[in-house]
């Protein structure tokens, strides 16, 4: 395989936007419920993550897909970091100024990073094995991840999701950030009371991905409740919604369930998280009538 290399499945210009005054990330590990402090550049990342095998034995470069994500990062940082520039200098109500080329970039951007995680492929793998398919060795897992991530009918359907909904931007003006995870696209079902990683495409179910820690996007969809809302006639304004204190520890929720394994801030205060992952997999925040078991 040669030399082993580093690749990022969770951009690193995004993770530094969340880093303390030291350059530093607080990392939260929930699988060995540890906390400890890193670069950018150490987590939501693995050894030759993209690398494929078979497109050597090919005569083709391995590392296409690697290469094909770093373009679209260094475009998606530059739109999102005036997105943050306009937020923190503007007030509720103002609109943002997003092209349609802007949308199509970021909108493709969301798609991928929900669908290029290590999250992603072990979902994958789940699933192929419950079809009678078991990807038993790293290079197998990683080949159908290639081919999802390659399926351009796949991604177009999550993009164009994306792109098509209303964009709200809210501001954190708090004392507790907004957090972010190792798979930090996350997705909500319309009466706000579950996160979910399956069944995103459901009627309703809405994107929220913190873009940093003082700003979140939100992206709803024009069907169901958001429809009857006419939620549509906000689309790309600061939410004229006062974000508080409660309201960010219930989004920060979305982190913890999303997450492969490790939960990301700029400061090392991870105790409602905590608490919150001990009630994943119970019926505590299921509708009513409904149980997580059904």
Request: charged content about 25%; hydrophobic content about 35%.
């Amino acid at each position: 395989m040669g030399d082993a290399k580093l690749h990022h499945y969770v951009p690193q210009f995004y993770l530094r936007r969340f880093v303390d005054s030291a350059g530093r990330l607080w990392v939260w590990d929930r699988e060995k419920d540890r906390t400890f402090s890193t670069r950018p550049g150490s987590v939501a990342a693995e050894s030759n993550f993209y690398f494929q095998s078979e497109l050597v034995r090919q005569g083709h470069d391995p590392l296409t897909m690697e290469k094909q994500f770093a373009d679209l990062e260094g475009e998606t940082s530059a739109i999102t970091g005036q997105w943050l520039d306009w937020i923190r200098h503007g007030k509720e109500g103002d609109s943002l100024t997003i092209p349609d080329v802007n949308r199509e970039i970021v909108s493709l951007f969301l798609a991928l990073q929900f669908l290029r995680t290590a999250d992603a492929r072990s979902i994958l793998a789940d699933f192929c094995k419950a079809h009678g398919f078991t990807a038993s060795s790293d290079d197998e897992k990683r080949a159908l991840h290639t081919e999802l991530l390659w399926n351009d009918e796949l991604i177009s359907l999550f993009s164009d999701r994306a792109r098509n909904s209303t964009w709200l931007f809210g501001r954190n003006e708090t004392s507790t950030p907004f957090i972010t995870s190792d798979n930090p696209v996350a997705f909500r079902t319309p009466d706000n009371r579950m996160w979910l990683k399956a069944g995103v495409l459901r009627e309703g179910t809405y994107i929220v991905y913190p873009l940093a820690p003082d700003a979140v996007m939100y992206c709803y969809p024009d069907e169901g409740p958001w429809r009857n809302a006419r939620i549509s006639r906000f689309d790309c304004q600061i939410s004229p919604v006062t974000l508080t204190h409660g309201m960010i520890q219930n989004e920060n929720t979305a982190q913890v369930f999303m997450a492969s394994r490790f939960i990301i801030s700029n400061r090392a205060a991870f105790d409602h998280e905590r608490e919150f992952a001990k009630t994943i997999g119970t019926d505590t925040y299921a509708p009513p009538g409904r149980k997580l078991s059904d």
